[in-house]
């Protein structure tokens, strides 16, 4: 059987750390930034870590 490729759409989401965790950008940062507040924008400015009901496909599309 050969090798499952690497989701690329996935590949460029998201990002795994040195200790295994998946990281994800947050939503809602990317137009109409004038009306929403300096520190909610710097909170969706930080990576979060995957939320555990995702990982499972994530880590399939990674091929991981």
Do not use: Q
Request: charged content about 40%.
């Amino acid at each position: 059987m050969p090798k499952m490729k690497t989701h690329r759409g996935a590949a460029v989401r998201f990002k795994v750390t040195a200790s295994g965790k998946l990281m994800r950008r947050h939503a809602m940062r990317s137009h109409l930034l004038e009306k929403k507040s300096s520190k909610r924008l710097r909170k969706l400015g930080h990576e979060v870590e995957l939320s555990s009901g995702d990982r499972r496909e994530v880590r399939r599309l990674l091929g991981i």
